[in-house]
């Protein structure tokens, strides 16, 4: 009997446990964080688009006499080349020997034009008076008539080969960067082989797809942002808004003149903003917005202290705060550690920012 007794006594109390189940425990914060509530503010409004960045006029730099061999090519993609610069050379022996006959050429007419005039002078003082014929009289007047237009044509000719002379010097049309290149030095070249491109006065302009709707929002010279990735945003300004848009999209084109410091590249397709006029708007601070998939958030805490996410629309920004469209102004805003939360997660406030 005595033996049973603890038996009993550990049967009795597991029994007695199973009746009695342990309180789960309550879920632990994930982080403790700040939070910040948004501010009103007057900013000017956004108007997001996009578009691709193009040369504003780029020029075709060829050859204007061809069959000849390139010599030198002077300058590389990318250089700075100013007006009247000599870009290339081509090899103008042959020229320079057409030139040399040429120019004997109108010396020989030059000459034969001498005597001629000569001739018609003497036939000028004899016929009237009947010492001369009429056929000699007109004779000596053709002749000379045919010696000056030999001697024009062949200045001509004498012209137009040193203008094929001067064109063996290729030379920049306008001041400009070198945007590509062509060809090879010891290269035989028809005419009309363009060997360059040049961006006109090193320009570029941002063509921005803007809706229809938004079209009549805009003014010639109106202020527009530029994001180049990193770094802070290129300033700019409109030059002209297209007159018509397109059928099938919608859009219209506006172009935008960039500063030369802009930090894009002829090709590169990025987004910009239009400003509008100043307006009231709630900002956050920059370090509140969390970046996702290509779409800017904000992390609210709920009364129950759980991330509740929120997809906003970046406005103008305001020194370290943007101006975010999507937010109420009693949100409580995480504003440290929200890249490492998620939809749902619990969190700690430990205080309330002011800023």
Request: glycine residues 8%; aromatic residues 4%.
């Amino acid at each position: 009997m005595n033996t049973r007794l603890p038996f009993v006594a550990l049967t009795l109390a597991l029994a007695l446990s199973a009746c009695h189940p342990k309180t789960p425990e309550a879920p632990k914060p994930v982080l403790a964080v700040s939070v910040v509530a948004p501010r009103e503010a007057v900013v000017a409004e956004r108007i997001p688009a996009y578009g691709g960045v193009f040369a504003w006029r780029e020029s075709s730099l060829g050859t204007e006499v061809g069959g000849l061999r390139i010599t030198e090519l002077l300058v590389e993609v990318g250089d700075k080349v100013r007006k009247g610069q000599v870009l290339a050379r081509l090899n103008a022996d042959t020229l320079r020997v057409d030139v040399e006959a040429s120019a004997a050429s109108l010396a020989d007419a030059e000459a034969v034009l001498a005597q001629a005039k000569s001739t018609a002078d003497r036939a000028r003082q004899l016929g009237p008076s009947g010492a001369m014929s009429q056929q000699d009289y007109s004779a000596a007047l053709a002749a000379e008539k045919s010696a000056g237009a030999k001697r024009a044509m062949l200045s001509a000719q004498l012209a137009a080969q040193k203008l094929k002379l001067k064109y063996t010097n290729l030379v920049a049309s306008d001041d400009g960067v070198i945007s590509a290149r062509a060809g090879s030095v010891g290269q035989v070249v028809p005419l009309g082989t363009e060997l360059f491109k040049m961006i006109r006065q090193g320009r570029l302009e941002w063509r921005a797809e803007v809706k229809a709707e938004n079209l009549m929002r805009f003014e010639e010279k109106g202020a527009v942002e530029l994001s180049s990735g990193e770094g802070p945003a290129v300033a700019a300004t409109i030059r002209k808004i297209a007159p018509a848009v397109d059928t099938t999209s919608r859009t219209g084109l506006v172009y935008v003149d960039l500063p030369a410091d802009a930090r894009v590249k002829p090709g590169m397709y990025v987004h910009g903003a239009f400003l509008g006029k100043p307006a009231p708007a709630l900002t956050v601070p920059m370090e509140a917005v969390v970046r996702r998939d290509g779409h800017a958030y904000v992390l609210a805490v709920s009364d129950k202290s759980t991330i509740q996410q929120k997809e906003v629309e970046l406005g103008a920004r305001v020194g370290d705060a943007v101006a975010v469209a999507g937010v109420a102004p009693t949100d409580r805003l995480v504003v440290s550690g929200a890249a490492f939360l998620s939809q749902g997660d619990l969190v700690k406030v430990e205080a309330q920012v002011a800023k």
